[in-house]
């Protein structure tokens, strides 16, 4: 994978806000079956199970319940079929070309070697944006229980014009996200969703 670091991150920023690039459509409120009972604690914050479809669960925090109008939201992807390295690797590589193909800006992608008793695990951070939005995304994937998995720390900044608003909030809190992100496990209560 590509390696690059937070350097430079303004000026790829405010590419990124004014390409406005596609990116999914934000869902209406809590649905799909969530279970509002499933909780995990994330960088000093609770997060609530909100929506599940297959494979995905996104959890946000409390007081953002809407997710049309999220903050901060953690997802995780479980991708059964994944039963080693080679297979993570790949599932990696082909999330980092979907959000290319997404018009997303690269900021980081780093991968951390396979050592005894432990697969490698793999990095993507990027800048994806709408005209109503930019999203700062940090995804790392790793094996679980013996099945592949992304968990992913998305955080948001509403306008037109917000690129400065996200540099700032990436040069505070990419770094030590990041490193929280890449020592965090799922609780094993997450098991009834599939991990």
């Known amino acids: 994978m590509l390696k690059t670091n937070y350097i430079g991150v303004v000026l790829i920023i405010l590419l990124c806000a004014l390409a406005g690039s596609a990116q999914k459509a934000p869902r ?3 649905q799909g079956g969530a279970k509002k009972e499933t909780t995990l604690d994330f960088n000093q ?3 609530l199970h909100r929506w599940s479809q297959n494979d995905q669960h996104e959890f946000t925090p409390q007081h953002q319940e809407d997710l049309s109008k999220w903050i901060d939201m953690i997802t995780i992807n479980v991708y059964r079929q994944v039963k080693d390295g080679g297979g993570l690797a790949a599932v990696a590589n082909q999330v980092l070309e979907n959000y290319k193909s997404h018009r997303g800006i690269v900021i980081k992608t780093d991968s951390v070697p396979a050592a005894a008793g432990r697969p490698a695990e793999h990095l993507i951070v990027v800048v994806l944006g709408t ?12 094996l679980i229980n013996g099945k592949g998995a992304a968990i992913i720390h998305s955080h948001r900044v509403y306008g037109k014009e917000v690129g400065n608003e996200m540099s700032e909030w990436l040069k505070l809190n990419g770094q030590s996200l990041e490193k929280t992100l890449m020592s965090w496990d799922p609780p094993p209560s997450l098991s009834s969703l599939g991990l």
């Open 28 to 30: 209406g409120s809590a």
């Open 45 to 47: 914050t609770q997060y």
């Open 131 to 142: 005209p109503g939005f930019l999203e700062a995304v940090q995804a790392r994937f790793k």
